[in-house]
């Protein structure tokens, strides 16, 4: 898969593509469905497939602070893509220029003139545009102008539910990570790289693995039952923590906190995957250290508990 920044360093496509455009937060069970059926439909053309993405996401730019918690970040997206039959990957940023790009000039511009589209796969609620002009009607007329097929992406069921990255986000939420994991085809994990914390954990018995989240709102918070992948090809379980940390020092950062049982390692520095079994329970502010020791001995037996229920299945 070719990663490709910005539309300034994309060469146009001589022969053409197919391309479908989205945020793909979590790339779930539905846009693994839509990127799969748009290869089926570039092979029978033979043009590559070509997948439109934003950084940051529309709602991040226009709500800041106040847009939806993501699933994924961008690392972490692009990782996911690369397992897919995707060609190129283009990161458009969405900036204030972007954002007031008229309809009919994105499509001039970007799908014509950059990507050279041959065929696009779009939501029929999609969207673009200065003021939200364009949409799935306007693309459809402007394909037959400029010789480009338009097809609706289509609703995907899994559990009798519609599958969407804001049910998914209420999944985790709700913490209900059994639900989040059909929806998504895959247990819900977070990615990044093993930073020095304060070692208070040490200091009580139980060291842990900390990685930075680098945002302020998370889809998911408390202790959980986890995995840990990408030491040593082993996976390693766990409990971990996500939150701010109120009994130690309150920050208003939130950090992702890994307790691996029956590991010694140094592994700062190296990227790490946490994959998120089941809710133990919500972060709480305790008194003492000593009550937080106590209570972290209940969580790893009760996690414990839960991977010994999981391997007997």
Same mark, same amino acid.
């Given at each position: ?16 593509? $197919? ?5 793909? %937060?979590? @790339?779930?069970? #539905? ?5 799969? &059926? *748009?290869?089926? !439909? ?11 993405t934003f950084e940051p996401q ?84 402007m394909g037959k102008v400029y ?15 519609? $599958? ?5 986000? %209420?999944? @985790?939420?709700? #913490? ?5 994991? &059909? *929806?998504?085809? !895959? ?45 040593d090809g082993i996976e390693f ?77």
């Amino acid at each position: 898969m070719r990663l490709i920044r910005g539309l300034s360093h994309l060469e146009s496509f001589k022969n053409g593509c $197919v391309l479908t455009i989205g945020n793909f %937060d979590g @790339l779930h069970l #539905g846009h693994q469905i839509v990127i799969k &059926k *748009l290869a089926e !439909r570039g092979k029978v053309l033979g043009l590559p497939v070509v997948i439109m993405t934003f950084e940051p996401q529309p709602l991040e730019y226009f709500l800041g602070d106040n847009a939806p918690s993501r699933l994924m970040c961008l690392r972490e997206k692009v990782i996911e893509f690369a397992k897919l039959p995707v060609d190129n990957l283009l990161i458009v940023s969405f900036n204030r220029h972007f954002a007031n790009c008229d309809a009919e000039q994105f499509v001039n511009n970007v799908l014509i003139n950059k990507l050279n589209v041959k065929h696009l796969v779009v939501g029929d609620d999609f969207h673009f545009g200065k003021a939200r002009r364009g949409n799935f009607a306007m693309l459809k007329e402007m394909g037959k102008v400029y010789g480009f097929s338009v097809e609706d992406t289509g609703s995907h069921k899994a559990a009798g539910l519609r $599958v969407s990255s804001t049910l998914i986000r %209420d999944a @985790l939420n709700a #913490g209900d990570l059994r639900q989040a994991q &059909k *929806l998504l085809g !895959r247990c819900y994990s977070i990615c990044g790289r093993v930073a020095h914390g304060d070692k208070r954990g040490r200091t009580i018995g139980y060291p842990t693995a900390n990685i930075q989240m680098f945002r302020k709102n998370t889809p998911i918070n408390g202790v959980f039952a986890v995995t840990m992948t990408g030491v040593d090809g082993i996976e390693f379980q766990g409990v971990a923590n996500v939150g701010t940390r109120p009994t130690v020092d309150g920050s208003s950062k939130v950090i992702l906190e890994t307790h691996l049982f029956d590991f010694n390692k140094e592994i700062y520095g190296r990227y790490v995957e946490v994959h998120f079994y089941q809710k133990i329970r919500d972060e709480i502010r305790f008194q003492s250290l000593e009550e937080l020791k106590a209570q972290i001995v209940k969580d790893v037996a009760k996690t414990k508990k839960i991977f010994a229920e999981i391997k007997r299945l």
